[in-house]
């Protein structure tokens, strides 16, 4: 069960970066009007192993799992969650993806339902996207009211702040997608 809806973006993004990607790209939008009114949009592509129209149609089934991913499991929640969570907010979905080529996952939704789970801490969020092993780039797109916030870019942040797994890069790097966030 995903509380935020940061997190159902964080388990999607995954799913990208556990593809064989080289290359992940997640793009945020918020568009919020006064009265709570408005949407919120993300989009996932990754250039990774794709799916067959078959196993697509396996993919958004929550009660079929391919069991390589997560061996003890007997079903594959994260496709059916996202799709669920958007179409009971007054949104939707959509999933594109060719057999070794990649996938594109887009999902939006209304921001006034109130069936739309919080949003959650965007910062927290991009920084455990960043943190995921597998591809080579991650691309981040944020944007809010319409307009291009910002950009980041895994590599350019690893040549910046050197191993992204030491203590004092992560705080670095919070600090950072935090000032990023506040200023957009």
Excluded: C
């Excluded at 600090?175 to 506040?182: A, D, G, I, P, T």
Aim: net charge negative; hydrophobic share 35%.
């Amino acid at each position: 069960m995903h509380f935020t809806l940061a997190d159902l973006v964080t388990d999607i993004t995954q799913n990208g970066a556990e593809s064989g990607a080289a290359l992940v790209e997640l793009e945020v939008s918020q568009a919020l009007n006064p009265g709570g009114s408005g949407e919120f949009r993300f989009t996932v592509r990754d250039n990774g192993k794709g799916m067959s129209p078959e196993e697509l149609k396996r993919a958004v089934d929550p009660f079929v799992t391919d069991g390589v991913k997560h061996p003890h499991r007997k079903v594959g929640l994260g496709l059916p969650f996202l799709i669920q969570t958007a179409e009971q907010s007054g949104g939707g979905w959509d999933i594109k993806s060719e057999k070794g080529k990649g996938t594109t996952v887009s999902a939006w939704f209304d921001a006034g339902n109130v069936d739309m789970p919080p949003v959650g801490d965007i910062p927290g969020m991009f920084r455990s996207i960043l943190m995921f092993q597998g591809p080579r780039e991650i691309h981040i797109t944020r944007s809010r009211g319409g307009q291009n916030s910002y950009e980041i870019r895994k590599t350019e942040l690893a040549e910046a702040l050197g191993d992204m797994e030491d203590t004092g890069a992560l705080v670095l790097l919070d600090q950072y997608l935090r000032s990023l966030e506040e200023d957009a």
